[in-house]
């Protein structure tokens, strides 16, 4: 072996959150633990949001675990407890990365998942997740709100069936150790986290996180909260439910969020707040973090930064150190980005055609 190579194989490696902060999380039996080696994601600095916003703004880039999503936090406990309870089944309803992200889990945990989803509704990468990991498929002509209820009365009506929504508290318990990593990663939680608000499960589970945190003496504070819903489909700023919810962010494409309670609390106790912005700030805001700062995330998961963009531009921005949590990887959604852009009629093989091109182009 040489060097290099010793040194990689030496070198320490996560083996993801149950194994990290075990001592956080409730009890899991060794022999049913299923992990992809979810966590470990980057804090990327972002110098060019950090500009607009007059902070200095980190993106926490949840789209780099196994299955592209930070759902896998939470996953990799709901699905581990489940197999050690015995049971067979998992269901979830979905906009598309609980899906995905069960069927994963669920498939290494050896049980068997059922997805409920909204017809037509599930951005492309992940339908290809969930075919791929063999999941049952049940779309419903519906929205999510009525595949939560379905799933929901399945699990508590038929045997042997885990719910893994994050209305499993396992998922929430998993989905806190973001707050742990950030927190170590910067040596003190941010002044503030900007991240979507969908089902409201991820706020309600941050909160939980950097609240432990504090409580268990590792800091002196804990960040406001600064959820963003899609303008179409922001219950939580409406103060109701909203029956017909639209956006281009499919994946908050939700109106009636089951951790509502959690994520007013989180917003209340942490001084923050939840607000809307729209499809074009959330597609701006996308485009922006793809090109000035090379970080591809799904639309949903730019709602954070189009959120604090316009925070900035009516002066009301936090300051000091700012994260934002992109919530999924840009690759699952790749008609989004297709109905704006288009490659470019093939030229002939020819090397000045390619130079004169790159002559007009390259600025
Ligand atoms: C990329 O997959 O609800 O507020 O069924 O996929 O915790 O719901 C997805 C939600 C943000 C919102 N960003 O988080 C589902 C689902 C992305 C998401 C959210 C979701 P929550």
């Given at each position: 072996m040489s060097q290099a190579e010793s040194s990689i194989a030496q070198a320490p490696q996560h083996r993801g959150v149950i194994n990290r902060y075990r001592g956080w999380l409730p009890g899991i039996p060794d022999h049913a633990v299923a992990t992809l080696g979810e966590g470990g994601t980057p804090l990327i600095e972002a110098p060019c949001v950090s500009e607009k916003v007059g902070a200095s703004v980190h993106l926490k880039f949840e789209g780099l675990n196994p299955t592209a999503s930070f759902k896998?936090?939470?996953?990799?406990?709901?699905?581990?407890?489940?197999?050690?309870?015995?049971?067979?089944?998992?269901?979830?309803?979905?906009?598309?990365?609980?899906?995905?992200?069960?069927?994963?889990?669920?498939?290494?945990?050896?049980?068997?998942?059922?997805?409920?989803?909204?017809?037509?509704?599930?951005?492309?990468?992940?339908?290809?997740?969930?075919?791929?990991?063999?999941?049952?498929?049940?779309?419903?002509?519906?929205?999510?709100?009525?595949?939560?209820?379905?799933?929901?009365?399945?699990a508590a009506e038929m045997d042997d069936v885990a719910l893994v929504n994050s209305v499993n508290p396992d998922r929430i318990e998993g989905q806190k150790t973001s707050a742990f990593e950030i927190s170590e990663s910067l040596g003190a939680p941010p002044e503030a986290l900007a991240l979507p608000v969908g089902n409201a499960g991820n706020i309600t589970a941050y909160w939980r996180g950097f609240s432990e945190w504090r409580d268990a003496g590792y800091s002196e504070h804990a960040p406001r909260m600064l959820g963003f819903q899609a303008a179409g489909s922001a219950p939580l700023v409406e103060g109701h439910d909203v029956q017909n919810p639209e956006t281009v962010a499919s994946a908050i494409r939700i109106g009636a969020p089951a951790s509502k309670e959690g994520a007013l609390a989180a917003m209340r106790e942490s001084g923050g707040l939840i607000e809307s912005v729209t499809d074009e700030e959330i597609l701006d805001a996308q485009l922006l973090l793809a090109r000035e700062e090379g970080v591809f995330c799904e639309p949903a998961s730019a709602a954070g930064v189009a959120g604090l963009l316009k925070l900035a531009g009516e002066g009301r921005a936090p300051t000091g150190t700012v994260v934002s949590v992109l919530t999924g990887h840009g690759l699952k959604d790749p008609d989004v980005i297709l109905a704006r852009n288009r490659l470019p009629d093939p030229l002939p093989a020819d090397f000045d055609t390619v130079a004169d091109y790159m002559r007009r182009e390259g600025g």
């Open positions: 896998d936090r939470g996953m990799t406990v709901a699905l581990s407890r489940a197999a050690a309870r015995g049971e067979r089944l998992s269901i979830c309803a979905s906009t598309g990365n609980t899906a995905a992200s069960a069927a994963a889990y669920s498939a290494r945990a050896g049980m068997t998942c059922f997805v409920v989803v909204p017809v037509g509704k599930i951005a492309m990468g992940k339908a290809v997740q969930i075919l791929a990991h063999g999941a049952r498929v049940v779309q419903i002509e519906g929205n999510f709100d009525d595949a939560l209820r379905i799933s929901q009365r399945a």
